[in-house]
């Protein structure tokens, strides 16, 4: 997988105005590698400048760089990795921190959080808030709820952030979520519109914003003023709202594929006709017209049936 490209976007039912990241309303999904440290990723995408993630465009010019999808930073997922793993280090309590991450030692914690096949948690995201200084919004998409992680829970004290991101969590996965400035939103609508009537579509692990280039995305937004660390769930309800239609799309397209099934069948190369068997194909040799120089050639397709299609039972 990885051939198809698509835009998870949602919008909310008010028209955006033309202005700064808080007239922004409309959210897009830009994929990042499902490798085990997409959670370092996609804070990384949101939270450092556009040189960190464009300083290598493969030979693109500026305007292809920023059109094309955020290269993969092995290097800043490895040093985010690093940054938890110091942070734990130097706690002044070791024993309630280790208690705190659920490791035997903070030394354990720092071997396993090093490895990049350990994924990043909870635990990470606060540390990560503390790092960058900015809030984090995580949207679920198995609860359908929006849980915001502070950069000073740990001081009692949350107002210090002046900015916030957005991430998506699909109970394996964690993807940035963008705004769209006003003046894209509706090249974000028409390509999603387009993708979304695709019902072939079946993998979407490397989806990203088509058509949105990187300089019309908002990734940081004004941080959420709240009182007390138990005020988790104040955000922009504008961005809620189009944060978990995205998180309901993803829940939808996942229930779809859950009911795919991929059967093997033939194609004929000669007029593109799929056949169920090689009975099949040559019956359709017999009974069809082809072009002179059809060599009764076909090759092995997988088609996507949907559970309780005809076909399956024949």
């Known amino acids: 997988p990885g051939s198809k490209i698509m835009t998870m976007m949602m919008t909310t039912s008010s028209p955006p105005p033309s202005s700064s990241s808080s007239s922004v309303t409309t959210m897009i999904r830009r994929r990042v590698p499902n490798d085990h440290s997409c959670l370092f990723y996609a804070l990384a995408y949101l939270c450092q400048d556009d040189d960190d993630h464009h300083n290598n465009n493969n030979g693109l010019d500026k305007a292809a760089a920023a ?4 290269p993969s930073p092995p290097l800043a997922t490895q040093q985010l990795r690093e940054m938890c793993a110091q942070t734990a280090l130097a706690d002044p309590d070791p024993v309630t921190r280790a208690l705190f991450l659920g490791q035997p030692s903070v030394h354990r914690y720092a071997e396993w959080i090093r490895d990049p096949h350990s994924w990043g948690g ?3 995201i606060v540390m990560l808030a503390q790092h960058y200084g900015r809030q984090v919004v995580v949207v679920s998409c198995e609860t ?3 849980l915001v992680y502070h950069p000073d829970d740990n001081d009692n004290n949350n107002k210090t952030a002046t900015e916030q991101v957005w991430i998506l969590y699909t109970g394996q996965h964690y993807d940035p979520l963008v705004g769209v400035v006003p003046e894209a939103a509706a090249k974000a609508a028409a390509a999603a519109a387009a993708n979304n009537n695709n019902d ?6 490397n989806m990203t914003g088509i058509g949105i280039r990187t300089s019309d995305e908002v990734r940081r937004f004004p941080a959420t003023t709240t009182t007390t660390n138990d005020d988790r769930g104040v955000v922009n309800p504008q961005l809620q709202a189009a944060a978990l239609d995205i998180a309901r799309d993803h829940n939808r397209r996942a229930a779809q594929r859950a009911q795919q099934v991929r059967v093997p069948r033939l194609l004929c190369g000669g007029c593109g006709t799929i056949c169920r068997d ?8 017999l009974t069809s017209s082809h072009d002179d120089d059809f060599a009764y050639e076909c090759q092995t397709v997988e088609v996507v049936l949907q559970e309780g299609d005809p076909e399956l039972d024949e």
């Open 67 to 70: 059109a094309a999808p955020p």
């Open 122 to 124: 909870e635990t990470e």
């Open 144 to 146: 359908l709820t929006t």
């Open 200 to 205: 072939d579509v079946v993998d979407d692990d």
């Open 278 to 285: 090689a009975a099949d194909f040559q019956e359709h040799c």
